[in-house]
């Protein structure tokens, strides 16, 4: 299938998950993952009606800002080192990946500088896995605490969770369940800066068991673009 045909599916899949969960479709926001993917895809799946993309790297935003001419809000979905906040503190409208007060202390640093706020998502890893990066879900309350105090210039929207790959997604239900009890509980939270209505889970093979488990916003590439081709691969900046 086309792009475009694939985000349709992707919609409808979407729309049957958010009824069985009691929400509106609507409510759920479908990020494009254009990693290692062309301009020319990007395009397409922009003129479908995709509005949202996400990137893993900040090299790959550099290379890829300026040649999409589409509007589009651009995501930094993947870790994020300190040094590179400055090349896309002007680029993107969300950082997904907020794992240390370090990290967001430069984030504030930039966004200062470049006179805005930058919504930021705190990464969370409930599986506590060592390949990946986020904060383990009882560090959460006392970092999101300290860049609150310390940060000014970084709103906090919400968590971010990156599952387990399971062939069957049931396996990770758990996970974005507890994710979302934590989402729940630092909603309550009254602070300018804390301003929770992001709940960033689900890929390609999970995002309908996210959605389910309150997911309101889901990151999908393979199902969209197809398999990446790994020899495209960029070296690190």
């Known amino acids: 299938m086309s792009i475009t045909q694939n985000i349709a599916e992707i919609r409808s899949r ?12 609507e409510d759920i926001l479908l990020i494009a993952v254009t990693k290692l993917h062309e301009p020319d895809e990007i395009e397409e799946a922009l003129a479908a009606g995709i509005t949202d993309i996400a990137e893993n790297k900040v090299q790959e935003i550099q290379k890829k800002f300026d040649q999409i001419h589409s ?3 651009w995501h930094l979905i993947g870790h994020l080192q300190t040094n590179k906040v400055k090349y896309i503190i002007d680029k993107v409208v969300m950082i997904h990946s907020v794992d240390s007060l370090k990290l967001a202390q430069e984030i504030d640093k930039r966004a200062q500088a470049a006179g805005r706020t930058m919504d930021v998502l705190l990464q969370v890893n409930a599986a506590h896995e060592e390949s990946k990066f986020g904060l383990d879900p009882k560090d ?22 990156i599952a387990p790959y399971a062939e069957d997604p049931e ?30 889970m689900g890929m390609s093979h999970d995002f309908e068991t996210a959605i389910e488990e309150g997911a309101n916003i889901i990151r999908v590439g393979t199902s969209i673009f197809g398999e990446r081709d790994y020899s495209k691969k960029m070296g690190g900046m």
């Open 140 to 161: 959460v309350p006392q970092v999101m605490e300290d860049i609150l105090r310390e940060c000014p210039n970084v709103r906090i929207r919400g968590l971010m969770h």
């Open 171 to 200: 396996e990770v239900r758990p996970y974005f369940r507890e994710v979302k009890e934590l989402y729940e509980t630092l909603k309550k939270v009254e602070h300018p800066n804390a301003d929770f209505t992001c709940l960033s």
């Open 14 to 25: 979407m729309a049957a998950a958010a009824v069985r969960s009691g929400r509106k479709p």
């Open 71 to 73: 509007p589009a809000n």
